[in-house]
């Protein structure tokens, strides 16, 4: 199946801003729609944003107006800009369809602390 790389992830103080990446492998990127997942400590993992194919996109009530959602088909990317980040938004952060239908990546970790 499709492989998906995450990247980006890192330390932040609160009010920060970071940017991830997913990279998918193979040439089918853009016939899916995509989402940003998340998984904290002791949580089940999130839906948090989803695009799709067309670039509409939607959002958690947790994450609304804070993630925006983008991708390139091209390059067979989906990219979330995260601003005004929160202790609470430290967790685990993973691409994939919205279905989901492709094997999890190794995710890209998140923490946001002082």
């Known amino acids: 199946q499709v492989q998906l790389v995450e990247s980006g992830g890192g330390l932040v103080q609160p009010g920060g801003s970071l940017r991830l990446s997913c990279a998918a492998s193979g040439s089918i990127f853009s016939s899916y729609v995509m989402g940003w997942y998340r998984q904290a400590p002791r949580k089940e993992r999130e839906l948090v944003a989803r695009?799709?194919?067309?670039?509409?996109?939607n959002y958690a009530d947790s994450v609304n107006g804070r993630f925006s959602i983008s991708r390139d088909n091209a390059k067979n990317t989906v990219d979330l800009q995260m601003n005004s980040l929160k202790p609470d938004d430290t967790a685990v952060y993973y691409c994939?369809?919205?279905?989901?239908?492709?094997?999890w990546g190794q995710g890209t970790q998140v923490t946001v602390s002082t």
């Open positions: 695009i799709t194919t067309g670039g509409y996109s």
């Open positions: 994939n369809t919205y279905d989901p239908r492709f094997n």
